[in-house]
């Protein structure tokens, strides 16, 4: 199983609400700092950086598009 994003590269991340649901937030753009391990699930995952916030996330590949 591979990666689809590289390190550095400009994501958008789609935030989810209580218990997975859709949240209302509009999506930000971070940008991948780590490829974290694959974990026993299976999903790949990644650590986010925030362009605008001092803030790091580690999301699954899901959660993730590319930046336009």
Same mark, same amino acid.
């Given at each position: /199983?591979?990666? @689809?994003?590289?390190?550095? $590269?400009?994501? !958008? ?8 649901? @859709?949240? +209302? ?5 971070? +940008?991948?700092?780590?490829? /974290? ?9 990644? !650590?986010?950086?925030?362009?605008? $916030?001092?803030? $790091?996330?580690?999301? +699954? ?8």
């Amino acid at each position: /199983m591979s990666y @689809a994003y590289k390190l550095n $590269e400009a994501v !958008r991340h789609q935030p989810q609400g209580p218990q997975g649901r @859709a949240a +209302t937030d509009a999506p930000m753009i971070y +940008t991948i700092v780590q490829l /974290m391990p694959i974990e026993s699930d299976g999903r790949l995952r990644y !650590r986010i950086k925030s362009k605008s $916030e001092n803030v $790091e996330r580690v999301v +699954t590949e899901d959660q993730l598009s590319y930046s336009q």
